[in-house]
Nanobody
Framework: QVQLVETGGGLVQAGGSLRLSCAASGRTVGTYNMGWFRQAPGREREFVAG????????DYSDSVKGRFTISRDNAKNTVYLQMNSLKPEDTAEYYC??????????????????WGQGTQVTVSS
């Protein structure tokens, strides 16, 4: 039984920042790759950022590179997504996902086994 719970979403003005958290239970996230995805209304769920189990590699979608930072605190069994310089196009439901133990971050939905319930991020103009 694995549960992932995202928190930290909300309404923010363009140019502002938010920090999302993903707390896990039933599994030690320090031994698994983790990722963040997002889904806007009428669009498919897309990869945002990922981090390997060791923290040795981080990957980002081109649309968020340089603005978002993924990190992990294995002692707290938590993964974070720091989002800076937010844009209206970042508005979406953000999901945390637990994946495998490979050397590379998976960018497809199929690479992940467990998903959180999502947290809404809304960026106003």
């Amino acid at each position: 039984q694995v549960q992932l719970v995202e928190t930290g979403g909300g309404l923010v003005q363009a140019g502002g920042s938010l920090r999302l958290s993903c707390a896990a239970s039933g599994r030690t996230v320090g031994t698994y790759n983790m990722g963040w995805f997002r889904q806007a209304p009428g669009r498919e769920r897309e990869f945002v950022a990922g981090i390997t189990w060791s923290g040795g590699r981080r990957d980002y979608s081109d649309s968020v590179k340089g603005r978002f930072t993924i990190s992990r605190d294995n002692a707290k069994n938590t993964v974070y997504l720091q989002m800076n310089s937010l844009k209206p196009e970042d508005t979406a439901e953000y999901y945390c996902a637990l994946g495998g133990r490979g050397l590379r971050v998976g960018m497809s939905l199929a690479e992940y086994e467990y998903w959180g319930q999502g947290t809404q991020v809304t960026v106003s103009s």
